[in-house]
């Protein structure tokens, strides 16, 4: 250490130290999201700059608007809000392109319900056990902090966070399909398409829509989840296993399914999706 600069140890412990306080970024963003800061300061496309007292007043009729300030600015730094200081003195916010993202659309969709998502008590109760990950893998986490209870267990047992669930899902997979139509091409030739671990079934929905040629799709999920799917034309909502096997089709679609299990429980789902299709079919991935 002796041949660094001060400088270089200087940002180093700076850097260290945004890093141990990081949890008070995502918190923040799950405060705004609560308090409905996002819709608040949008107000149907004018995203005029409002004051911390202004937003507090159209959230709720009392609270600390000095508190809520403290949020905004923090997270004017992480560039979810635009600060704009009037007459030198009074600060005011409006959303960056970062927080738009977090307003409800005209089809009621937003990351906002993502935010919330990832931070559901039972999700939070996981954190502190990751280091136990690492000592004993042999049970997970979140099924240490929640009685024994898988993930999937656990959603499927508890209609709020599954509800919730499957908002967050639809609200990050609409922009995400829209970019992969725009410019994929994968889809042709096929008639019909399983999407695993499909939620609500917007994936097949927008491709449906965009490839009528496809006759039938097959939105394959927990029971639990498919359940609560709304009626979609030409979709056929279908509860299951995958790892106990994959409804057979020409073509099989997977949205991030595959980063959340370790590699043997990928090969098993992946040999089952060999299993579900014919010579010449096609994963999608």
């Known amino acids: 250490m002796a041949d660094e600069t001060s400088e270089t140890r200087n940002n180093a412990r700076l850097a260290i130290l945004e890093l141990a306080n990081m949890i008070s970024v995502p918190m923040s963003l799950n405060a705004i999201v609560r308090l409905n800061v996002p819709d608040t300061l949008w107000q149907s496309g004018s995203n005029i700059p409002l004051s911390a007292s202004e937003i507090l007043a159209r959230v709720q009729s009392t609270g600390d608007a000095e508190n809520l300030q403290r949020i905004l600015r923090m997270l004017t730094s992480y560039d979810v809000f635009t600060e704009h200081v009037i007459n030198g003195s009074e600060r005011k916010y409006s959303l960056t392109e970062v927080g738009k993202t977090l307003v409800t659309d005209q ?35 979140f099924v240490k902090a929640n009685g024994g209870e898988s993930a999937y267990g656990y959603y499927g047992e508890n209609h709020e966070m599954n509800e919730l669930m499957q908002k967050a899902m639809s609200g990050v997979s609409v922009p995400f399909m829209k970019a992969i139509l725009d410019g994929y091409d994968g889809f042709d030739g096929v008639s019909r398409l399983v999407d695993v671990g499909g939620s609500a079934g917007d994936c097949l929905r927008m491709i449906l829509q965009k490839h009528p040629h496809v006759k039938e799709g097959i939105n394959f999920d927990l029971p639990e989840v498919v359940a609560k799917a709304p009626v979609i034309s030409g979709v056929k909502h279908v509860g299951g296993d995958m790892f ?37 079919g096609k994963l999608i991935a």
């Open 107 to 141: 089809e009621g969709l937003s990351y906002a319900p993502y935010v919330l998502q990832h931070h559901q008590d039972a999700l939070m109760r996981s954190w502190p056990l990751v280091h136990e990950a690492v000592i004993d893998p042999t049970v997970e986490p």
């Open 244 to 280: 106990k096997g994959i409804p057979v089709a020409d073509a099989i679609f997977m949205k991030w399914i595959l980063t959340t299990w370790t590699d043997d429980e990928c090969k098993a789902i992946m040999k089952n999706c060999y299993e579900a299709l014919p010579k010449g």
